[in-house]
C-alpha cells in the first residue's frame, strides 16, 4: 500500500469521527473550477475569476512549488495565523448525505468566537460554541434539544490554539487526500495569491474530482477546497480563512446574555459574586 493510499485511509477515519466529534477547551478547467458556495456571503472569497496571472514571475513561499506543496510547512505558516492575526473564517465538511461539519472563527488579540456545529446524519445534532471576552469564556452547548450555557475563567490565546486546530483539520484532510498544480495567480483584496487546481485525489474510485487551493505570500493557506464522488456519494470541503478588517471586533453571540445570566445565578446559589 502507498504511503499516499495509507494516507487516505487515516483522512478517511478522522472524517467518521469528525461525525461525533466536538469543539473541547471556478466546465471550466479545474483551475478556475470551484464547489457549489455554501457559505454565508460575507465569508466567501473576494476572488475575482478573471483576475487570473501568469506564474512566469511569481516567488514561491518556502515549501510551494509549480508541482507541490509541503504539508509540513504548510500547516505550521496556516496555524500560527490562525493562532496569532485578526482572522475570520469559516470551513465546511460533508462526508454523507445529511451528515456534516461546520465550523466559524473569529478572533482578534481581545475576543474570540468559535462555533462547531456537527450531524451525524442519523439522529444527533451537536453545536458547540465558545465566546472569550475580559478573561471570561462563555459557551453554549446544544444537543438536540437540549441546551446548557456556562460561563467560566479563560483565556483567548488557549481558545485560539485550540480553535486553530480544530479549523486547520479540515484543510489538511483536502491536502492529505488530493495532489495539486500551481496554474495562475488572483488578486484578492489587494494581495496576490497563487492558484492551485487539484490533480489527482488517493480515493480509489472517485470520479467528479473538483477542488482548488490558494495561497499567499507567506505560505499561509487562505482557500483549500475539494469535492468528489464516491460510490454515489458526494464529498465535499471547503476551508476559508481572511483577516479581519483593521480595527474590526468580534462581535458577541446573541445568546451571551443567557450565559451571563446563568453564571451569575448559579454564582449566587453558591454564595459567591458574579462572573466578571
Known amino acids: 500500500m502507498s504511503q499516499r493510499v495509507r494516507a487516505a485511509a487515516a483522512v478517511a477515519l478522522l472524517i467518521l469521527l469528525a ?6 477547551p471556478g466546465g471550466p478547467a479545474p483551475s478556475d473550477a470551484a464547489p457549489p458556495d455554501s457559505q454565508p456571503p460575507e465569508h466567501r472569497s473576494n476572488a475575482t475569476a478573471d483576475a487570473g ?12 512549488s509549480r508541482t507541490g506543496i509541503d504539508i509540513a510547512t504548510a500547516r505550521e505558516r496556516s496555524v500560527a495565523f ?10 465546511v465538511e460533508r462526508f454523507r448525505a445529511g451528515a456534516y461539519a461546520d465550523y466559524e472563527y473569529d478572533a482578534t488579540s481581545e475576543r474570540t468566537r468559535f462555533r462547531l456545529d456537527v450531524h ?31 460561563a467560566s475563567n479563560g483565556s483567548v490565546a488557549a481558545t485560539r490554539y485550540r480553535a486553530a486546530d480544530s479549523m486547520w483539520a479540515v484543510a489538511s484532510r483536502v491536502l492529505t ?36 487551493l490558494t495561497v499567499d505570500r ?3 493557506i487562505r482557500e483549500a477546497r475539494l469535492a468528489y464522488a464516491q460510490a454515489g456519494e458526494s464529498k465535499q470541503f471547503e476551508y476559508v480563512v481572511a483577516p479581519r478588517s483593521p480595527g474590526s471586533e468580534v462581535a458577541p453571540p446573541a445568546w451571551l446574555p443567557a450565559a451571563s445570566a446563568n453564571a451569575t445565578a448559579e454564582a449566587g446559589t453558591a454564595g459567591g459574586g458574579p462572573v466578571c
Open 19 to 24: 461525525g461525533c466529534g466536538g469543539f473541547v
Open 120 to 150: 451525524n446524519g442519523y439522529v444527533d445534532v451537536t453545536r458547540s460554541e465558545v465566546y472569550v471576552d475580559g478573561g471570561v469564556r462563555y459557551s453554549r452547548s446544544a444537543r438536540n434539544r437540549d441546551i446548557s450555557f456556562d
Open 82 to 91: 490562525l493562532r496569532t492575526e485578526p482572522v475570520t473564517g469559516v470551513a
Open 218 to 220: 507567506d505560505g499561509v
Open 53 to 64: 496571472g501568469r506564474l512566469g514571475d511569481v516567488s514561491f513561499p518556502d515549501g510551494f
Open 177 to 212: 487526500v488530493a495532489e495539486f498544480r500551481a496554474v495562475r495567480t488572483v488578486d484578492q483584496d489587494g494581495e496576490r495569491l497563487i492558484r492551485y487546481a487539484a490533480t489527482a485525489v488517493a480515493v480509489r474510485n472517485a470520479t467528479e474530482v473538483d477542488g482548488y
